[in-house]
């Protein structure tokens, strides 16, 4: 009995011992002084990081907007695909430099992290080939201008504009609004359409029975008036005679020279003014028939 009395004491104890101190460490008011002043320092480290990061990339669109508007000349799609590249960057280095600020509000020995982090990231590099891939492939897309944000490209089976190129990844967004996030290693086949200036296509069926000259003629005079009308037409528009001929019609070619991606707008509004045009100067476009023959009935022989 007196060992287990003694057991029992020696557990009264410790657990007397254990709330006291329990007791101690929730009334210690230096450690909640320490924990409040450690709490508003990560508070104020965040809240700056996010202020400072909002200012440098206002910054760094301000100045590319005004050298754009300047008097010298410079690459637009140049510039906003580096100001999107410098803002990333800025973004990743001021949060960087948070989470070592936060540590340090936390006692933890930041150097000695650092250079623990060095030695994991060499050991990693060997493992992260791909994502060195994808910073130099993105790295090349830029520098040799591959091409750039708002350009209007095709990466595959992707057909969108540029809404962004990053150190690793680029993306595009699609006709419908679809995003399509491509790691910049994998990006090998592009198809850049707003580099060059495009070419608006536009095919005029007309009827056999329609005067060629006449109708050549009153197209040349037509087409005379459409650089006027549409600004995104770099030089006259072209006629260059008949394209094809059908069992049912000719069909004749306009060309027109546009601005970058702007083919697509300028031919439907020439295909609307050929309509009305070709309706008033009473040139017949053919429409479909159907020609139905009936064999005569033959007379049963007698």
């Known amino acids: 009995m007196s060992t287990e009395k003694q057991d029992l004491e020696s557990v009264t104890k410790d657990f007397g011992e254990a709330t006291a101190k329990t007791k101690d460490a929730i009334f210690d008011e230096a450690m909640w002084v320490n924990i409040g002043v450690i709490s508003i320092k990560v508070i104020l480290i965040a809240i700056a990081a996010g202020i400072v990061v909002r200012l440098v990339k206002a910054i760094i669109r301000k100045s590319f907007s005004v050298r754009i508007k300047g008097p010298l000349k410079y690459n637009e799609r140049r510039q906003q695909t580096l100001s999107k590249l410098l803002e990333n960057i800025t973004a990743y280095v001021i949060y960087f430099m948070a989470i070592v600020a936060i540590l340090s509000a936390f006692s933890i020995n930041v150097t000695g992290l650092i250079a623990g982090a060095g030695v994991l990231g ?110 995104q037409i770099i030089k006259p528009p072209e006629f260059l005679g008949v394209q094809s001929l059908t069992p049912t019609e000719m069909v004749v070619r306009i060309v027109a020279e546009t601005l970058p991606m702007q083919h697509f707008a300028v031919a439907r509004g020439m295909r609307r003014d050929l309509k009305e045009f070709l309706d008033e100067n009473n040139i017949e476009v053919p429409l479909p028939q159907m020609v139905m023959m009936q064999r005569p009935q033959q007379t049963p022989p007698k």
């Open 122 to 231: 060499l050991a990693v590099g060997f493992g992260a080939q791909n994502l060195v891939r994808d910073i130099i492939t993105g790295f090349f897309i830029i520098f040799e201008d591959q091409f750039s944000v708002g350009d209007f490209v095709r990466i595959g089976v992707a057909e969108g504009t540029v809404e962004e190129i990053g150190l690793r990844t680029t993306k595009v967004k699609g006709v419908g609004g679809e995003m399509f996030i491509f790691p910049n290693g994998n990006i090998t086949d592009v198809v850049n359409f707003s580099i060059n200036n495009s070419i608006a296509v536009v095919d005029v069926n007309v009827a056999y029975n329609a005067d060629i000259n006449k109708v050549e003629s009153l197209i040349q005079g037509f087409l005379g008036t459409l650089q006027d009308k549409y600004e």
